[in-house]
């Protein structure tokens, strides 16, 4: 099974490239981030026309999850339960919901299409937010991999955190910025602690994973490493490759990020006669 992750940075402006690339690349299961729609809005024909089913949440024109398989899809969740809101309080008190997260399971697989908060700066109002939605879902998937142990789980999506220095194309000019701070980064490791693991970096995949559309930075490689499949260890002993497709940044109309892939060997878990969770 082919799984992948693209922030596609909306989908209904590069609906073609995404089913070409889908087809091309022989994807079997892709997630995806901004897709900036909600369900009325979103271009389900060329997909069903590639064999492909799409389940998604979004909610307005900003942010929006979604997954595209050609295999059966199972237990959609839309958002997890501890997730905070941001914005302009109801009249409850209770914050809005942001259409960041999706949960499916696909042949036995659970996975998530994340789009972490941006944080915009350290000042801002978002750069809490983006931290406590952080530790939610930290605290979340440690409860996921207690209570299903046996089911392979993968995290995957626009983190909107570089983890090291080398992540960046030059670390003294993200001082005193988002995404590579601190609390952001130790974040990002609780992700670790709580048993993930990076499915490409483990297995020597390098490169950026985004580059800004302005000043040239996709030419130059001024580019970031924010996109990741952080894999249980049931799941990352079934990935056998890993990749970061560069060459989507290229061409007409590119998204700003390009799609993260890892190869899946399912073998196994058909092979194990112990039953699964789902």
């Not at 690339?21 to 009325?40: F, G, H, N, T, Y």
């Not at 979004?58 to 997730?83: K, M």
């Not at 440690?142 to 789980?153: F, I």
């Amino acid at each position: 099974m082919r799984v992948a992750t693209w922030n596609v940075n909306s989908i209904r402006t590069r609906v073609g490239r995404v089913v070409d690339w889908l087809v091309r690349e022989d994807i079997d299961v892709l997630a995806m981030q901004e897709i900036k729609c909600k369900e009325s809005q979103f271009p389900f024909a060329p997909f069903d026309e590639a064999g492909y089913d799409v389940v998604l949440h979004g909610l307005n024109q900003w942010n929006g999850v979604a997954f595209a398989s050609r295999l059966p899809i199972e237990d959609v969740t839309r958002g997890f339960d501890s997730a905070p809101g941001f914005g302009k309080p109801d009249e409850s008190g209770a914050l809005p919901q942001e259409a960041r997260s999706l949960g499916v399971t696909v042949n036995g697989v659970r996975l998530w299409s994340l789009y972490v908060p941006n944080g915009r700066g350290l000042t801002d109002p978002h750069y809490p937010y983006k931290l406590d939605w952080l530790a939610k879902l930290a605290a979340e998937t440690s409860g996921w991999l207690a209570e299903h142990p046996d089911q392979p789980l993968a995290l995957m999506g626009d983190f909107n955190i570089a983890p090291l220095d080398t992540d960046v194309w030059d670390i003294a000019l993200f001082e005193a910025h988002t995404h590579v701070s601190q609390p952001e980064r130790d974040a990002f490791a609780a992700f670790e602690k709580a048993g993930l693991i990076d499915a490409l970096r483990t297995r020597g995949v390098e490169g950026y994973t985004y580059w800004d559309y302005q000043q040239l930075r996709f030419p130059r490689n001024e580019g970031m490493r924010i996109d990741f499949i952080l894999g249980s260890h049931g799941f990352d002993e079934l990935v056998t490759a890993g990749r970061i497709d560069r060459d989507e940044r290229k061409g007409d109309a590119p998204s700003d990020h390009v799609p993260v892939v890892v190869d899946v060997d399912l073998g196994s878990l058909e092979d194990d006669d112990r039953p699964m969770i789902f």
